[in-house]
């Protein structure tokens, strides 16, 4: 089981900038991939926003946010980052981190605001 801890998240204008962290925390030996999602009081589900290999660092994104936003990891501090640049009133959402697939217990979120 791995702890995560999202943090990072605000009030932004648009076209503004914000940086997500997500420390994580017990079982990291054998993390492969982790992700970032989304959710919106709106929708149910929480969507998927990027991922990035732990090991290699290739990335990847949901088409709506690619070029604006840069998933990173930084191994030795058990620390992945999202970049969000050029925010839109759109990815206004709670964020979360996870593993790739998910695993059940989601932690607290972070929520980012983008307004108009």
């Known amino acids: 089981q791995v702890q995560m801890v999202e943090s990072g998240g605000g009030l932004v204008q648009v076209g503004g900038s914000l940086r997500l962290s997500c420390v994580v925390s017990?079982?990291?030996?054998?993390?492969?991939?982790m992700s970032w999602f989304r959710q919106t009081p709106e929708k149910e589900e929480r969507e998927w926003v990027a991922?990035?290999?732990?090991?290699?660092?290739?990335?990847s994104y949901t088409a709506s946010v690619k070029d604006r936003f840069t998933i990173s990891r930084d191994s030795a501090k058990k620390t992945m980052y999202l970049q969000m640049n050029n925010l839109k009133p759109e990815d206004t959402a709670i964020y979360y981190c996870?593993?790739?697939?998910?695993?059940?217990?989601w932690g607290q979120g972070t929520q980012v605001t983008v307004s108009s």
């Open positions: 017990g079982r990291t030996s054998g993390l492969n991939v």
């Open positions: 991922h990035i290999s732990w090991i290699f660092g290739s990335s």
């Open positions: 996870n593993t790739q697939p998910p695993q059940p217990d």
